[in-house]
């Protein structure tokens, strides 16, 4: 199915968005392609709604055999949740769903 070249589609990944999400010059990324979008929906549901921050760099196990990595970094979190994370879009049909979504995005 081709898409509308007027839709949306997620930014490159620039040294701008990443301050613009950045907290403490610190974010939380993760990446993945169409067939991971039900695992990353959850993911950015659960990083929305984390209000604890977790200090030290950690990859999350769990999430490597989904083929979508998780490297989470320290930072400071709001009350809200995380605020400075973003999810690397590999292919345009999961970077589309994210943006449509309004789940913070960038592009491979």
């Not at 403490?24 to 604890?52: C, D, M, P």
Request: aromatic fraction near 8%; charged fraction near 20%.
């Amino acid at each position: 199915m081709k898409r509308d070249p007027s839709e949306r589609r997620p930014p490159p990944l620039s040294p701008e968005l990443a301050r613009s999400v950045a907290v403490n010059n610190t974010i939380i990324v993760a990446v993945g392609n169409f067939a991971t979008l039900e695992f990353v929906r959850s993911w950015a549901y659960h990083v929305r709604k984390q209000g604890k921050c977790r200090p030290a760099w950690h990859v999350v196990p769990a999430c490597l055999h989904t083929k979508a990595a998780v490297l989470m970094l320290s930072g400071r979190a709001s009350t809200a949740g995380y605020t400075n994370w973003l999810v690397g879009a590999t292919d345009s049909d999961f970077g589309h769903a994210l943006v449509s979504e309004g789940i913070p995005a960038f592009a491979l």
